[in-house]
């Protein structure tokens, strides 16, 4: 009898699109792998009930959830609707302890309503929220990797992270961290599987590491 496939659902980050995983290969004879993307938020709508709306695109039993940056926690907060076979998140944060002080502060000032998600429509500023660092030499490179979300998205997702609630980490979560992400610094991050010289996009210039050891991560 045939092992059944492990079905793997990809979830990007925030205004990224599936291509962020364009180089990302997995065993055909052992995984199926599946590409979420972002939609549209509903006015007023919480992270808890968006994540319920992404759940209604996993059609696959016991699926393993891969979540990179924002699209890490969305997967998290999915995890509650279904019974994953593991989650797996990369730059990204388990819990709101991990989050950097310059987001706790927004959470208690509402600094972040300030931010000119206005101007999402500037690519290189949306490369700056999508990958957490200037990306001038390489933008053109980059715009590969990007939608272009309204001004709606870009408050509703910036505010969803900074005022994410999750106390502990999940069971049994595995987390790959870069250790040098400007976004989430490595230094507030707890339990992970730390990789040099990584930085927030390395599921895009590092696919090599993931793609020699995602099949044990998701496999153990």
């Not at 707890?190 to 390395?202: A, D, F, S, Y």
């Not at 895009?204 to 998701?218: A, T, V």
Request: charge should be positive.
């Amino acid at each position: 009898m045939n092992t059944p496939k492990i079905s793997v659902y990809f979830m990007p980050g925030m205004a990224a699109s599936p291509l962020i995983f364009e180089h990302i290969r997995l065993p055909e004879d052992r995984f199926e792998m599946h590409f979420l993307e972002w939609v549209p938020a509903h006015k007023n709508e919480t992270l808890k009930e968006y994540a319920g709306r992404m759940c209604e695109k996993i059609d696959r039993p016991a699926p393993v959830l891969v979540g990179v940056s924002f699209g890490g926690i969305l997967v998290q907060e999915m995890a509650a609707y279904i019974r994953p076979a593991k989650v797996i998140i990369i730059s990204s944060v388990k819990c709101k302890k991990e989050l950097p002080a310059k987001m706790l502060f927004a959470r208690y000032t509402g600094m972040h309503k300030l931010l000119p998600t206005g101007l999402v429509n500037n690519v290189e500023l949306l490369a700056k929220y999508a990958f957490g660092e200037a990306v001038v030499k390489r933008l053109e490179l980059y715009k590969r990797y990007l939608t272009v979300p309204d001004r709606e998205y870009m408050d509703w997702a910036i505010n969803a992270v900074v005022r994410w609630d999750q106390e502990e980490a999940i069971p049994g979560i595995v987390h790959i961290h870069g250790e040098k992400d400007p976004v989430f610094p490595i230094a507030r991050i707890k339990n992970c599987i730390r990789i040099k010289q990584g930085t927030h996009i390395m599921i895009i210039n590092r696919y090599k590491w993931f793609n020699e050891h995602l099949p044990s991560l998701i496999e153990s």
